[in-house]
């Protein structure tokens, strides 16, 4: 809806908070960690989730967003509406656009969900749950 602003990039990542009395992983259930993987589960709106959150906050129209993944506009409109069914996209009116932005702490919820019990438990930062990075051949 147009109505809902993007929420804020905290860091860390893995903060297991998101302000007063707000605990993340409480806050996703099974079903939906389930829905919002479901909704990544396809190329094109994979594509698009990873694009907006390459921009951040400003986000980008939905004529950017095709432009830059060439994806036509009746399509793209039907992936994004994924998206925000899934919770992972916001949505807000700038003068005659509508801007789409990635929803950060719903992207955080997530990963928090999944990393719930990484390392036992252990809530100091392991190295078994940092990303690997790879030397490119």
Request: positive net charge.
């Amino acid at each position: 809806s147009g109505s809902m602003r993007p929420a804020q990039v905290g860091f860390p990542i893995f903060s297991t908070r998101c302000g007063p009395g707000h605990d993340i992983i409480a806050s996703m259930k099974m079903s939906d960690a389930i829905a919002v993987l479901d909704a990544l589960a396809q190329e094109s709106r994979l594509e698009i989730f990873r694009y907006l959150i390459q921009l951040g906050t400003p986000g980008a129209s939905a004529g950017r967003i095709g432009d830059h993944l060439q994806v036509h506009a009746a399509t793209l409109s039907f992936h994004l509406s994924a998206l925000r069914h899934a919770g992972l996209v916001l949505s807000r009116r700038e003068s005659r656009s509508i801007i789409y932005t990635a929803h950060f702490a719903r992207m955080n919820d997530l990963l928090s969900y999944l990393l719930q019990n990484c390392c036992r438990g252990d809530p100091r930062p392991a190295a078994a749950c940092a990303p690997e990075h790879h030397a490119a051949s």
